[in-house]
């Protein structure tokens, strides 16, 4: 685990009992350390460990996100000193202490993703605000060769329809700016109503095809091999009992949802909640017949 190995690097203690990991440090000091695979969440975890570390540290290999940038914009101006978020070379220069700021973190490029194959799937028409689209890039170009209508009306909005059928594409999971792992179930559930046969490659993360089978049980034609989906589009997906297995799963689930012919539930959905607040809300303000059978208390 490169989170674990680069803690080690800074100088922390770290032993695991019963499927526990305890980490613990007297003092962490600067180093080097060399990620084998950009990783998003830890370029976070390590630079944000190294802020206070005594010393310079220097992260070679790491993730290019978006959100790594925005982290560090905010930990600069509580007092880090962080340079070169962004790209593969990140140094961090050690400071004693840091303080508390007000800062607005960036929207949600993958919420942003959610809402524009939402629209897409139902043939919709729906403006998404808060949008930055220069995050989307691959995701925007993917959409539109599928013939998915994109128009920026600028102020971070973004108009999304689509007016006739759509074509199949394929695509493989890659660290940004390559198309985000995160997109790749919600852009499939579009896929399987698209005309022609797409596939669809993850090289992120293992196990991250496990809405394959729920999509299947709603009329899909997806085979999966290995870390390969070949997604064949048919005519409509058919209301059923689906349940979802993870955050981004689930989200996709209610996307397969919301074009599918009759009624459809879709179990476990507090997977969604971890990365959509009031999902049904704000669907339901633009036209989608969904409800919560246990809302959220205020």
């Given at each position: 685990?490169?989170?674990l190995?680069?803690?080690?690097?800074?100088?922390?203690?770290?032993?695991?009992?019963?499927?526990?990991i305890?980490?613990?440090?007297?003092?962490?000091?600067?180093?080097?350390?060399?990620?084998?695979?950009?990783?998003?969440?830890?370029?976070?975890?390590?630079?944000?460990?190294?802020?206070?570390?005594e010393?310079?540290?220097?992260?070679?290999?790491?993730?290019?996100?978006?959100?790594?940038?925005?982290?560090?914009?905010m930990?600069?101006?509580?007092?880090?000193?962080?340079?070169?978020?962004?790209?593969?070379?990140?140094?961090?220069?050690?400071?004693?202490?840091?303080?508390?700021?007000?800062?607005?973190?960036?929207p949600?490029?993958?919420?942003?993703?959610?809402?524009?194959?939402?629209?897409?799937?139902?043939?919709?028409?729906?403006?998404?605000?808060?949008?930055?689209?220069?995050?989307?890039?691959?995701?925007?170009?993917?959409l539109?060769s599928?013939?998915?209508?994109?128009?920026?009306l600028g102020?971070?909005?973004?108009l999304?329809?689509?007016?006739?059928?759509?074509?199949?594409a394929?695509?493989?999971?890659?660290?940004?700016p390559?198309?985000p792992t995160?997109l790749?179930?919600?852009?499939?559930?579009?896929?399987?109503?698209?005309?022609?046969?797409?596939?669809v490659?993850e090289?992120?993360?293992?196990?991250?095809?496990?809405?394959?089978n729920?999509?299947?049980?709603?009329?899909?034609?997806?085979?999966?091999?290995?870390n390969?989906?070949?997604?064949?589009?048919?005519q409509?997906l058919?209301?059923?009992?689906?349940m979802?297995?993870?955050?981004?799963a689930?989200?996709?689930?209610?996307?397969?949802?919301?074009?599918a012919?009759?009624e459809?539930?879709?179990d476990?959905?507090?997977?969604?909640?971890?990365?959509?607040?009031?999902?049904?809300?704000?669907?339901?303000?633009?036209?989608?017949?969904?409800?919560?059978f246990?809302?959220?208390?205020?």
């Amino acid at each position: 685990n490169m989170h674990l190995e680069a803690f080690q690097k800074l100088g922390a203690s770290i032993t695991r009992d019963n499927g526990n990991i305890f980490v613990s440090t007297k003092g962490l000091k600067g180093t080097t350390y060399y990620f084998d695979f950009p990783t998003h969440t830890g370029t976070e975890n390590v630079m944000m460990a190294a802020c206070l570390a005594e010393g310079t540290t220097h992260l070679i290999g790491t993730a290019c996100e978006p959100e790594i940038v925005d982290l560090a914009n905010m930990l600069n101006k509580m007092g880090a000193r962080i340079s070169g978020a962004g790209s593969s070379y990140i140094t961090i220069e050690g400071v004693k202490t840091l303080i508390g700021v007000e800062y607005t973190a960036m929207p949600s490029r993958i919420e942003t993703g959610f809402f524009m194959a939402a629209a897409a799937i139902t043939g919709g028409e729906v403006v998404v605000k808060n949008a930055i689209l220069s995050n989307l890039s691959i995701v925007v170009n993917k959409l539109q060769s599928m013939g998915v209508e994109i128009t920026d009306l600028g102020d971070n909005r973004i108009l999304v329809k689509r007016r006739g059928g759509m074509r199949a594409a394929s695509f493989t999971t890659w660290p940004f700016p390559g198309f985000p792992t995160d997109l790749q179930a919600s852009m499939m559930a579009l896929l399987t109503v698209a005309e022609g046969t797409s596939v669809v490659k993850e090289t992120v993360f293992e196990n991250r095809f496990m809405h394959v089978n729920e999509m299947n049980r709603m009329g899909a034609n997806i085979k999966c091999q290995l870390n390969e989906a070949i997604v064949t589009g048919v005519q409509h997906l058919t209301g059923t009992s689906v349940m979802s297995s993870d955050l981004q799963a689930g989200a996709a689930l209610v996307i397969a949802a919301l074009a599918a012919e009759g009624e459809s539930t879709v179990d476990r959905i507090y997977h969604v909640d971890r990365g959509y607040e009031r999902l049904e809300e704000r669907l339901s303000k633009i036209g989608a017949s969904i409800k919560r059978f246990n809302p959220v208390k205020n």
